[in-house]
Structures are given as structure tokens and as C-alpha cells.
């Protein structure tokens, strides 16, 4: 594979079967999305990221810029604190590859998108419940702090709000 700290391309819907393939191997850290909704999200999406060892997708970012128009509960937590940030929707890895610094790297991508946009910070959100400590911890690192809590998804999930300055 390509170095972690290589040049990123965007996704394409040409990506979303394995978009799918990758997010849904995550639940529940990131929710089931079909290829319908993952094409939306693609769609709605202000910046995307992929990582690839050759041909095959093994990470990937998705985010949006304030003043989207996006439904997400998180992302509208955000939005209404501040417009200036961007926002990672799902950042996904490869369960084989993980460990390999390629999280770490996309979420530096991030960091110098919301700088060259002259943005302040960066926001997420973990799940709390179901737990998700090694998230928790892996954003911490990135010096991400908890700036909220709120129950989404009808209550069924509780999510750690987090930003970091950039």
C-alpha cells in the first residue's frame, strides 16, 4: 500500500458498493447505509477523502462545510453552535488496516482543509452508547475535546460531540 501519509483522491460513486462494504463492517461505530443512501451522502458531501492500495478503497472521510444542508442530527448540533468548522460525517478504515497511522493521516487531511478554509476547528461526533472506547480514545490523541452529548436515532444512540482546534 501506498503510504498513509500519501496524496488522497475523492470518492465516487463508482466507490459506493465498497463505501458500503466498509461502513456497514463498522457498525455499529458508523450506522448500516445502503448503496441508495450512501450515493445521497456522497452526493450531499462537502469534501470527501479516499484511500486506496492500488485499486481498492481501505479508508475514507466524508464531511461537510457549515451551512449544509444536511439532516443529520450531530451535524445540525454543529451547525447551529458555528460556521466555522468542518465536519467528518464517517471516517472509516479498513478493520485490516487499521492501527497503520491511515486514520491519523485522513483526519491530518482534515485539518489542513479547515485551515486552508481559514476554519477554526474540526468536529465529530463517537458513540457513547453502544460504547465506542477506541474511537474515544483515538480522538482524543488528536486532541479532540467534548464540547456536547445528545440522544439521537429515536434514543436507540447517545453521542459524544467533539471538537479540536485546527
Known amino acids: 500500500m501506498t503510504s498513509p501519509l500519501s496524496s488522497f483522491d475523492a470518492l465516487t460513486l463508482a466507490d459506493v458498493p465498497r463505501l458500503v462494504e466498509l461502513n456497514d463492517a463498522a457498525s455499529p461505530a458508523v450506522p448500516i447505509t445502503s448503496a441508495t443512501e450512501m450515493a445521497a451522502l456522497l452526493g450531499a458531501a462537502g469534501f470527501t477523502l479516499a484511500v486506496r492500495d492500488h485499486d481498492t478503497l481501505v479508508g475514507f472521510v466524508i464531511g461537510m462545510h457549515s451551512g449544509a444542508d444536511y ?6 448540533f454543529f451547525d447551529a453552535r458555528s460556521s466555522d468548522f468542518l465536519y467528518v460525517d464517517r471516517i472509516v478504515i479498513d478493520a485490516e488496516r487499521r492501527g497503520a497511522g491511515i486514520g491519523r493521516a485522513l483526519y491530518e487531511a482534515v485539518f489542513d482543509l479547515a485551515r486552508t478554509g481559514g476554519l477554526r476547528e474540526v468536529t465529530c461526533e463517537v458513540n457513547l452508547n453502544p460504547p465506542n472506547p477506541e474511537s474515544l480514545a483515538f480522538h482524543a490523541r488528536l486532541g479532540f475535546t467534548r464540547v456536547g452529548e445528545q440522544e439521537t ?5 447517545t453521542v459524544a460531540l467533539l471538537a479540536t482546534a485546527v
Open 71 to 76: 439532516a443529520s442530527e450531530n451535524y445540525r
Open 153 to 157: 436515532k429515536n434514543g436507540s444512540v
